[in-house]
């Protein structure tokens, strides 16, 4: 996230001045002023990591405000030329003192850098070390950076207030139009429900108008269709607004290539057999976001084929002769292995399930699936995020339950928590008391309780106590379980423990979902945050196809694996994460379909909808909450906290 061209340039003419200035003291060096003269020359022609080279070599032969200065020019241009981490190195070795121009380059780099991982208040907090006096220049970028932390806050009308008064800081144009795409990206960070908040306090027509179509933009990421009649809606209702314009023409077309769909396409499911049923709901999916798309003539040719009775592989070569020019299918694991082998027609297409660890993928092939283990892989990290470090596990005795337990154990080291201990129940009874006792070590506490009352010779009042190292309880469970186990550690002194789920654990409807109240789970949107959009076809389904209740997740899946082809097809998938109703989707180097979750705790039966956390998504590193050292200011600096 770098700063508009023009803050750039003053910025660098500004280090340049301050080291022109600084060069007769270089130290080591027989001719800084030559070595700077000859950086310069190399940022104006673009090449910022060799003049971070030069500028590194004078900060080593330089002392104390000299070399703080080269630091901090290197520093500048490693951040220019994405080298982050090394940016980040050389401004945690400038030492200070600071003042003026120095001290808020210093600080506004800082914020950059912190910015970029997601540290909105570090980044907060080294604008507030910011001198009174700034150029026109450092106002702007002071400005930029406070909107992007806003944004990151959650806060998109005070983002857009900065950003709006920046304008009137900006030399001409093209900067000005630069500037509504800053509102407009740092708006796309927003969750819808923060942008509908906003909006419904917000009086100031100008931002109203800002929220107002980034809303339209989220309700379009799951279900672009819906786009084009949301944006004639707004035009309607705001006249005039500056968003109408450069940057409203370039997200229609954005949007534009996502419902741009080939000719043909071939959709593999076994329509007869075991798996009819969900195949069923996976189809009614794909065709409900089929009937989405208003426009007819811009529809694909759907031709569904059934892999039971054809073959997996013969159904595949025929949908090619018939002239398919996008594949989506089969379902089952072994399907997807027989298509992968004959896929040499090198026809696009995505697989509903993962090939098996070892198989590669052979070329435009994709791979989609609704998989336990990157659910358990979810709740470690929500655990994490939310500074537990050791839990206990509670999993069925079977292949699924060592699945999750296996995927959440190794996640949850990889975020630095332990799991104490697990125990596996068996899903045939009714009281898994023996399993929840010898985990929270109860039985023991009986124990002593006994060789006590055995040593004293006389009967005690007691109540057990459960071991007390634990701080979460990861619960893998269906709901008819889910709905015995909740309440039964609730018995065994166990109240007080936060529970944590994949989505298994809840199907909407039931009336006994008030004996999970307090259990935190990962789950899609389609289940826990419908939208107006979502809820209204929502409700078509139930209408329709009743039956589907308990499918309502694979129909999710038909319906995403629908809105995918165009990017697929394109080869545009991958270019930013998409916003569907599975969850949100993302492209991994494997070319499989990731999913992010939301996150719901279920409060009187009903999901509840939580806030996202950082560290709730699947890239790795993608945090880094640690800023840059703070330098000793003199006494006398004077500086701007807000």
Same mark, same amino acid.
Not at 51 to 60: D, E, S
Not at 73 to 88: H, N
Not at 132 to 140: G, K, N, R
Not at 446 to 463: A, C, D, Y
């Given at each position: 996230?770098?700063?508009?061209?023009?803050?750039?340039?003053?910025?660098?003419? #500004?280090? !340049?001045? $301050?080291?022109?200035?600084?060069?007769?003291?270089? =130290?080591? %060096?027989?001719?800084? /002023?030559? *070595?700077?003269?000859?950086?310069?020359?190399?940022?104006?022609?673009?090449?910022?990591?060799?003049?971070?080279?030069?500028?590194?070599?004078?900060?080593?032969?330089?002392?104390?405000?000299?070399?703080?200065?080269?630091?901090?020019?290197?520093?500048?241009?490693?951040?220019?030329?994405?080298?982050?981490?090394?940016?980040?190195?050389?401004?945690?070795?400038?030492?200070?003192?600071?003042?003026?121009?120095?001290?808020?380059?210093?600080?506004? #780099?800082? !914020?950059? $850098?912190?910015?970029?991982?997601?540290?909105?208040? =570090?980044? %907060?907090?080294?604008? /507030?070390? *910011?001198?009174?006096?700034?150029?026109?220049?450092?106002?702007?970028?002071?400005?930029?950076?406070?909107?992007?932390?806003?944004?990151?806050?959650?806060?998109?009308?005070?983002?857009?207030?900065?950003?709006?008064?920046?304008?009137?800081?900006?030399?001409?144009?093209?900067?000005?139009?630069?500037?509504?795409?800053?509102?407009?990206?740092?708006?796309?960070?927003?969750?819808?429900?923060?942008?509908?908040?906003?909006?419904?306090?917000?009086?100031?027509?100008?931002?109203?108008?800002?929220?107002?179509?980034?809303?339209?933009?989220?309700?379009?990421?799951?279900?672009?269709?819906?786009?084009?009649?949301?944006?004639?809606?707004?035009?309607?209702?705001?006249?005039?607004?500056?968003?109408?314009?450069?940057?409203?023409?370039?997200?229609?077309?954005?949007?534009?290539?996502?419902?741009?769909?080939?000719?043909?396409?071939?959709?593999?499911?076994?329509?007869?057999?075991?798996?009819?049923?969900?195949?069923?709901?996976?189809?009614?999916?794909?065709?409900?976001?089929?009937?989405?798309?208003?426009?007819?003539?811009?529809?694909?040719?759907?031709?569904?084929?059934?892999?039971?009775?054809?073959?997996?592989?013969?159904?595949?070569?025929?949908?090619?002769?018939?002239?398919?020019?996008?594949?989506?299918?089969?379902?089952?694991?072994?399907?997807?292995?027989?298509?992968?082998?004959?896929?040499?027609?090198?026809?696009?297409?995505?697989?509903?399930?993962?090939?098996?660890?070892?198989?590669?993928?052979?070329?435009?092939?994709?791979?989609?699936?609704?998989?336990?283990?990157?659910?358990?892989?979810?709740?470690?990290?929500?655990?994490?995020?939310?500074?537990?470090?050791?839990?206990?596990?509670?999993?069925?005795?079977?292949?699924?339950?060592?699945?999750?337990?296996?995927?959440?154990?190794?996640?949850?080291?990889?975020?630095?928590?332990?799991?104490?201990?697990?125990?596996?129940?068996?899903?045939?009874?009714?009281?898994?008391?023996?399993?929840?006792?010898?985990?929270?070590?109860?039985?023991?506490?009986?124990?002593?309780?006994?060789?006590?009352?055995?040593?004293?010779?006389?009967?005690?009042?007691?109540?057990?106590?459960?071991?007390?190292?634990?701080?979460?309880?990861?619960?893998?469970?269906?709901?008819?379980?889910?709905?015995?186990?909740?309440?039964?550690?609730?018995?065994?002194?166990?109240?007080?423990?936060?529970?944590?789920?994949?989505?298994?654990?809840?199907?909407?409807?039931?009336?006994?979902?008030?004996?999970?109240?307090?259990?935190?789970?990962?789950?899609?949107?389609?289940?826990?945050?419908?939208?107006?959009?979502?809820?209204?076809?929502?409700?078509?389904?139930?209408?329709?196809?009743?039956?589907?209740?308990?499918?309502?997740?694979?129909?999710?899946?038909?319906?995403?694996?629908?809105?995918?082809?165009?990017?697929?097809?394109?080869?545009?998938?991958?270019?930013?994460?998409?916003?569907?109703?599975?969850?949100?989707?993302?492209?991994?180097?494997?070319?499989?379909?990731?999913?992010?979750?939301?996150?719901?705790?279920?409060?009187?039966?009903?999901?509840?909808?939580?806030?996202?956390?950082?560290?709730?998504?699947?890239?790795?590193?993608?945090?880094?909450?640690?800023?840059?050292?703070?330098?000793?200011?003199?006494?006398?600096?004077?500086?701007?906290?807000?």
């Amino acid at each position: 996230m770098q700063a508009n061209k023009e803050i750039m340039k003053g910025c660098l003419a #500004l280090i !340049a001045a $301050l080291l022109v200035a600084s060069c007769t003291s270089g =130290g080591g %060096v027989r001719d800084p /002023g030559r *070595l700077s003269a000859q950086a310069t020359r190399l940022e104006q022609r673009g090449d910022y990591q060799e003049a971070a080279t030069i500028y590194l070599r004078l900060a080593r032969s330089s002392k104390a405000a000299d070399r703080d200065r080269y630091l901090l020019a290197a520093a500048f241009d490693l951040y220019q030329s994405g080298e982050d981490e090394r940016a980040r190195d050389a401004l945690q070795r400038v030492v200070g003192p600071l003042q003026g121009g120095v001290l808020s380059r210093w600080a506004l #780099l800082g !914020a950059s $850098l912190a910015l970029l991982h997601h540290d909105a208040r =570090g980044a %907060v907090e080294l604008l /507030g070390k *910011l001198p009174i006096e700034l150029s026109l220049e450092d106002q702007a970028w002071a400005y930029l950076l406070r909107a992007k932390s806003s944004f990151q806050f959650g806060q998109p009308r005070n983002g857009i207030e900065f950003l709006v008064y920046r304008e009137n800081l900006l030399p001409d144009e093209s900067a000005r139009e630069n500037n509504l795409q800053e509102i407009w990206n740092g708006l796309q960070q927003v969750p819808l429900q923060d942008l509908q908040e906003a909006l419904s306090v917000t009086e100031d027509p100008l931002i109203a108008g800002w929220l107002s179509l980034a809303a339209v933009a989220k309700l379009a990421d799951r279900n672009p269709f819906a786009f084009k009649s949301g944006i004639a809606n707004w035009r309607n209702q705001q006249p005039g607004h500056p968003a109408d314009g450069e940057l409203l023409l370039r997200i229609i077309d954005a949007y534009r290539i996502s419902t741009e769909y080939p000719q043909q396409v071939a959709l593999l499911l076994p329509t007869s057999g075991r798996q009819q049923s969900a195949a069923l709901a996976i189809r009614e999916g794909f065709m409900a976001a089929y009937f989405q798309q208003t426009d007819a003539s811009l529809r694909p040719d759907i031709r569904i084929y059934d892999v039971n009775e054809l073959g997996p592989a013969n159904a595949y070569r025929l949908a090619i002769v018939e002239g398919a020019d996008f594949v989506v299918g089969p379902l089952t694991r072994p399907a997807v292995a027989a298509v992968a082998e004959n896929n040499v027609a090198q026809v696009r297409t995505l697989a509903l399930n993962f090939l098996g660890r070892n198989s590669d993928a052979p070329d435009g092939f994709y791979q989609f699936a609704l998989v336990p283990e990157d659910e358990a892989r979810a709740v470690a990290r929500r655990i994490a995020a939310l500074g537990f470090t050791r839990g206990l596990a509670l999993i069925p005795n079977n292949d699924w339950g060592m699945r999750l337990i296996s995927a959440f154990q190794d996640e949850l080291q990889i975020q630095g928590g332990e799991l104490l201990d697990y125990r596996a129940y068996d899903v045939g009874v009714q009281d898994f008391s023996s399993s929840i006792t010898r985990l929270l070590m109860l039985t023991e506490s009986r124990s002593r309780r006994s060789r006590l009352q055995s040593t004293l010779g006389v009967r005690l009042e007691f109540e057990p106590r459960r071991r007390q190292d634990t701080e979460f309880v990861f619960l893998a469970a269906r709901p008819a379980q889910g709905r015995q186990i909740k309440p039964q550690l609730k018995y065994h002194y166990a109240a007080d423990l936060p529970v944590f789920s994949t989505s298994a654990i809840f199907s909407p409807g039931n009336a006994n979902n008030r004996l999970l109240n307090g259990v935190s789970f990962a789950d899609m949107p389609w289940m826990i945050d419908p939208d107006l959009l979502e809820g209204q076809l929502s409700e078509s389904v139930n209408d329709v196809w009743p039956a589907l209740a308990s499918r309502g997740r694979l129909f999710a899946m038909g319906f995403d694996a629908y809105r995918m082809v165009p990017l697929l097809h394109r080869g545009s998938f991958g270019d930013r994460p998409v916003a569907g109703m599975s969850g949100t989707l993302w492209l991994d180097s494997d070319r499989r379909i990731r999913r992010d979750l939301d996150w719901a705790e279920i409060d009187n039966g009903k999901p509840r909808l939580l806030p996202p956390l950082i560290n709730d998504f699947s890239d790795p590193g993608m945090v880094d909450s640690s800023v840059v050292a703070e330098p000793p200011v003199s006494d006398d600096d004077q500086s701007l906290g807000n």
